[in-house]
């Protein structure tokens, strides 16, 4: 009996051509955020253009809907900001899968990195505000350099370092809005890595280690020596036998095996500092990283 799942995607085609992931040995229902041409859904059963597809009720009653017709052995989400509303979908209706706080572990940046530290990952000291008058208290904490980061937004996007008191209150005077929440951390100097990698039944079963490159020719520590953003050009792939490469897997894999993520794939960042080595957790995602990684990952598979 074919298996029957439904792909939840936002994610643009040249990204996540679904089509050649899948075999006949799959019943494939689509739901997406833009049309597809039809020559493009080979293999796809049944496609199915949501244009309110941001209405997180809209979309649940529509896979509701679809699953009472017919159950789904699994429910997919390529997106990063789609991965806790499948999550919840998937407890609700019974569906084996990344569980609610599984994807919370991976989402939420603040419930992360407290994870992270129970475990014994070594993390930036962190904490998180939404108001300017809550900012120096955290500040008077943790100690300048400080990296502010806003929570809702994902990449570098938002990412302010501050050095010092004096651009603490330049950056006050110059910000027009706040968003609701932010996570404010020790700024740590080092070279900055990315993990990607395939888990299968809670286990790593593929990995690939990378150090981001920047358009000045030099490793991305999310400050520059112009301005304080991060511009990522490039990065290289660590080779297996290097240290950074066995460092990083093993601090990897503590997360992964501890968070209850069965299968799919993972994005995390971390920082090695440069002061004595010392890798620091930065991020983790349940989702394949963007700025063409799955093309790295894919590369690395066929090589290993």
Same mark, same amino acid.
């Given at each position: ?14 990204? /996540? ?48 809907? #679809? ?36 994807? #919370? ?26 108001? $300017? ?21 994902? +990449?570098?996007? +938002? ?12 950056? #006050? ?43 000045? +020719?030099?490793? &991305? ?8 953003? &991060?511009?990522?050009? /490039? ?32 994005? /995390? ?9 010392? $890798? ?8 394949? +990283? ?15």
């Amino acid at each position: 009996m074919k298996k029957r799942i439904c792909v939840i995607n936002t994610v643009t085609w040249l990204r /996540a051509p679904i089509s050649n992931w899948l075999n006949d040995n799959l019943d494939t229902t689509l739901i997406s955020s833009y049309q597809v041409d039809k020559s493009l859904l080979k293999d796809i059963n049944q496609f199915i253009y949501f244009e309110k597809y941001n209405d997180d009720e809209e979309l649940g009653n529509l896979v509701i809907r #679809l699953h009472q017709q017919k159950k789904f052995d699994l429910l997919i989400a390529l997106s990063e900001r789609d991965i806790l509303r499948v999550a919840k979908l998937r407890e609700l209706l019974g569906i084996q899968g990344q569980n609610y706080f599984s994807a #919370l572990l991976y989402r939420d940046k603040y419930i992360m990195k407290q994870f992270a530290k129970i475990i014994g990952l070594n993390v930036p000291e962190f904490s998180t505000f939404s108001k $300017p008058c809550e900012l120096m208290e955290k500040v008077s904490k943790i100690g300048f350099p400080i990296l502010i980061k806003p929570l809702s937004k994902s +990449g570098s996007k +938002g990412v302010q370092v501050l050095k010092n008191k004096e651009e603490y209150d330049d950056y #006050l005077e110059k910000k027009s809005f706040w968003e609701e929440n932010y996570d404010v951390e020790q700024f740590i100097l080092g070279d900055m890595y990315h993990v990607d990698g395939i888990v299968e039944n809670n286990k790593l079963k593929f990995i690939s280690v990378s150090k981001y490159w920047n358009s000045l +020719g030099k490793s &991305t520590t999310l400050m520059e020596n112009t301005q304080n953003t &991060t511009i990522t050009f /490039a990065d290289f792939t660590i080779n297996k036998s290097d240290w950074e490469f066995l460092l990083l897997k093993g601090e990897t894999k503590k997360f992964v095996e501890k968070s209850n993520f069965n299968n799919g794939t993972i994005h /995390a960042e971390f920082i090695i500092s440069e002061k004595d080595k010392t $890798p620091y957790f930065i991020e983790i995602a349940s989702r394949t +990283g963007g700025l063409m990684i799955s093309n790295t990952i894919e590369k690395n598979m066929a090589l290993s």
